[in-house]
Nanobody, 124 residues
Framework: QLQASGGGLVQAGGSLRLSCAASVRTSSVYDVGWFRQAPGKKRTFVAGITWSGGNVIYSSSVEGRFTISKSNGENTVVLHMNSLKPEDTAVYYC???????????????????WGQGTQVTVSS
């Protein structure tokens, strides 16, 4: 129900655009979050957006560099990543959370559906 894409290799300071395509059924009652997991580390919250697009939230480590947005017509959530740093290297996952649980958007265990990850590698 969720398909993440857009990862790749980029130099520090560069940009990447990740996409999360949701099925119509998923998109109707779910908000979306992006998480990342570096080797040997826990999965951490990156950004979240309500399906209406009215609310967005970022982790402090990416605020000001990453932008999350959605395309209603395409049922797609996009994560624009700018000024990338080597510490942004991780597998990035998108996930869907019921709109009734938006207050838990930062907590991976509260999510209902996960897409497969996409690798982002930032070289120094």
């Amino acid at each position: 129900q969720l398909q993440a894409s857009g990862g790749g290799l980029v130099q520090a300071g560069g940009s990447l655009r990740l996409s999360c395509a949701a099925s119509v059924r998923t998109s109707s009652v779910y908000d979306v979050g992006w998480f990342r997991q570096a080797p040997g580390k826990k999965r951490t919250f990156v950004a979240g957006i309500t399906w209406s697009g009215g609310n967005v939230i970022y982790s402090s480590s990416v605020e000001g560099r990453f932008t999350i947005s959605k395309s209603n017509g395409e049922n797609t959530v996009v994560l624009h990543m700018n000024s990338l740093k080597p510490e942004d290297t991780a597998v990035y996952y998108c996930a869907a959370i019921s709109t009734t649980k938006w207050r838990f958007v930062r907590f991976s265990e509260k999510y209902d559906f996960w897409g497969q990850g996409t690798q982002v590698t930032v070289s120094s």
